[in-house]
C-alpha cells in the first residue's frame, strides 16, 4: 500500500534571546524585572570613604579613584568624594581635571564652602591670586562658620606680603568660626604676629587657641611651641621648657617642639 507521510513538526517559536534556554517551558516566560540592588547604609559608606582616603594616604591613586567613583554613585549629593577626588587629581599632576571636578560640583551645589575653598586653592597654587581671592570670598560667602577658606586665604595674602591684609582675614574667621574651629586660626594669627615682632598679641592669639583647642588636638603642640618660643625670647627658660615639654609631649614627633 500507499507509504503515509510523517506527521508534521508543530511549529516552535525561536527561544528568547534572553532567555535561560532551559528544556522546559519557562524559556520563553516574561523576563521579570530584576531585584532592586541592596540599600547601602550611610555606615557602610563612611566605611567605602575612609577605605579611599587610606588607599590615597597609601599612595593608590587609581584604586582610590575607582572606591571614590562607586560612592559618587552611590551618593551623588556627597561633596567629600568630589573634593577628595580633586585633590588626587592634582596630587598626580592633573590639575586641569582637578579644576573641572570642583567646576561640575559646583554647578550641581552652587552654595557649597568646601568645593569654592578647593577651587581658590588650585587657582592659587596656578599663581593667579586674583582668582584665588574670588574663590576665598565665594567660600567664606556661602560657609562661614567654615575656617579652612580663612587660613589658605590669609597665609597666601602673608606670601604675597600684606601681612595686615592677613591677619585682617583671620580676625574675621576668628570671629566667625566655632570656637574649636578657630584653633588653627588663633596659631596663624600668632604666628604671623610673632613674625611682625608684635609679641603681646603673639602670646594672646596662642593662648586663646589653648583654651578652645580640644585635649588631643595635634595643633596644641604648635601653640605650646609658640609660647615656648616667646618665652625664650624674653629669656623665661622655666617657662620655655615647660611649653616645649608639652609640645614634644603631645606630639613626640613635632619637631619644632624638640
Not at 29 to 57: C, F, G, M, R, W
Not at 193 to 209: I, T
Request: with cysteine; aromatic share 6%; charged share 25%.
Amino acid at each position: 500500500g500507499r507509504v503515509c507521510p510523517p506527521p508534521p513538526v508543530p511549529h516552535r517559536a525561536p527561544p528568547s534571546r534572553w532567555a535561560d534556554h532551559d528544556d522546559d517551558d519557562t524559556a520563553d516566560a516574561p523576563i521579570s524585572a530584576p531585584a532592586p540592588l541592596p540599600v547601602v547604609t550611610d555606615a557602610q559608606v563612611y566605611h567605602l570613604y575612609e577605605t579611599a582616603k587610606n588607599l590615597d594616604k597609601r599612595g593608590d591613586a587609581r584604586a582610590a579613584l575607582s572606591l571614590l567613583r562607586r560612592i559618587r554613585t552611590l551618593r551623588p549629593s556627597d561633596t567629600r568624594v568630589l573634593r577628595r577626588m580633586s585633590r588626587i587629581c592634582a596630587h598626580a599632576g592633573r590639575p586641569a581635571l582637578a579644576a573641572q571636578i570642583l567646576r561640575t560640583g559646583l554647578r550641581a551645589h552652587p552654595r557649597c564652602p568646601y568645593l569654592w575653598h578647593g577651587l581658590a586653592v588650585h587657582e592659587m597654587r596656578r599663581g593667579d591670586a586674583t582668582a584665588a581671592r574670588a574663590g576665598f570670598r565665594a567660600a567664606v560667602s556661602c560657609g562661614p562658620g567654615v575656617p579652612h577658606p580663612y587660613h589658605a586665604w590669609a597665609l597666601m595674602e602673608k606670601r604675597l606680603g600684606r601681612p595686615d591684609v592677613c591677619l585682617a582675614i583671620l580676625e574675621r574667621g576668628r570671629a566667625s568660626c566655632p570656637r574649636r574651629g578657630s584653633v588653627r586660626l588663633q596659631h596663624a594669627a600668632g604666628s604671623v604676629q610673632a613674625e611682625m615682632g608684635r609679641w603681646a598679641d603673639a602670646e594672646r592669639s596662642f593662648q586663646r587657641g589653648l583654651k578652645v583647642a580640644p585635649r588631643h588636638h595635634h595643633v596644641r603642640s604648635f601653640l605650646h611651641s609658640g609660647l615656648g618660643g616667646l618665652a625664650a625670647r624674653r629669656k623665661d627658660a622655666d617657662a620655655a621648657r615647660d611649653h616645649f615639654r608639652r609640645a614634644v609631649g603631645g606630639n613626640p614627633r613635632h619637631a619644632q617642639g624638640w
